[in-house]
């Protein structure tokens, strides 16, 4: 199983990214999806999570601000990062659940300048 993550970047308060994850040797229209991230000297945190039916929850923090969405056709999960914020700035990691196994991609640096 591989998950490779894109779109991280330098971004002003305010601004917008998306980020995306292509996964490959997974079966992943069955499996749910999400995206995590964790910030220094923080723990690592769930940001928002897609179930295989396509259904999203997200922490508070990032509500109204950020949309998780699905495309089974490329085995793609994405995140939509709009009025971003300082407190934003962290390590996106994905990550893909199929029964009781989880995997991870590798992180991409978010960084919101204030």
């Known amino acids: 199983v591989q998950l490779q993550a894109s779109g991280g970047g330098l971004v002003q308060a305010g601004g917008s990214l998306r980020l995306s994850c292509a996964a490959s040797?997974?079966?992943?229209?069955?499996?749910?999806a999400g995206w995590y991230r964790q910030a220094p000297g923080k723990q690592r945190e769930l940001v928002a999570r897609?179930?295989?039916?396509?259904?999203?929850n997200y922490v508070d923090s990032v509500k109204g601000r950020f949309t998780i969405s699905r495309d089974n056709a490329k085995n793609t999960v994405y995140l939509q990062m709009n009025s971003l914020k300082a407190e934003d700035t962290a390590d996106y990691y994905c990550?893909?659940?199929?029964?009781?196994?989880?995997?991870w991609g590798q992180g991409t640096l978010v960084t919101v300048s204030s």
């Open positions: 990550n893909v659940e199929f029964g009781r196994s989880q995997y």
């Open positions: 897609i179930t295989s039916s396509g259904r999203p």
């Open positions: 040797g997974i079966l992943f229209r069955v499996s749910a």
